[in-house]
């Protein structure tokens, strides 16, 4: 989910795939609280939002990122009922971790596009 109305640059709220993180980590990253947080998940994000911004113009760069725990609710409105992500809902019934996104200094859990933890 692509969040950055009137900020200085795109960050994005993304939910795990489970069964590709475990592909790929040899095990599934468990929630801590709101987010996911695996110290290698996490780099090999990094690593993967900076090959992003490499490859594209600045308009496409994506700075930030969270991995959330909790997928989207159809209680709170954030899937439509054809199937797909309301991204205004999302993002207002996410507002907390949206500024996590842009806060300064960058909270433990926000993914620094190519800062490896």
């Known amino acids: 989910m692509l969040a950055g109305e009137n900020r200085d640059y ?18 599934v990253p468990q929630p801590d609280g709101d987010l996911v947080v695996h110290e ?11 090959a992003h911004n490499d490859a594209l113009g600045s308009a496409a760069r994506i700075e930030r990122l ?6 989207a609710s159809l209680d709170a409105g954030e ?8 991204q ?4 207002a019934h996410r507002t907390r971790l ?3 996104l842009y806060a300064d200094p960058v909270p433990g ?3 620094v596009a190519g800062k490896i933890p």
């Open 109 to 111: 859990g926000v993914i």
């Open 88 to 91: 205004r809902k999302v993002l």
């Open 10 to 27: 795109l960050s994005v709220l993304a939910w795990l795939n489970a069964a590709e993180a475990g592909k790929l980590l040899g095990e």
């Open 66 to 71: 969270i991995v959330m725990a909790q997928p």
């Open 40 to 50: 290698t998940l996490h780099a090999h994000l990094a690593r993967a939002l900076a």
């Open 98 to 100: 949206v500024e996590m």
């Open 79 to 86: 899937i439509t009922d054809k199937g797909y992500v309301n």
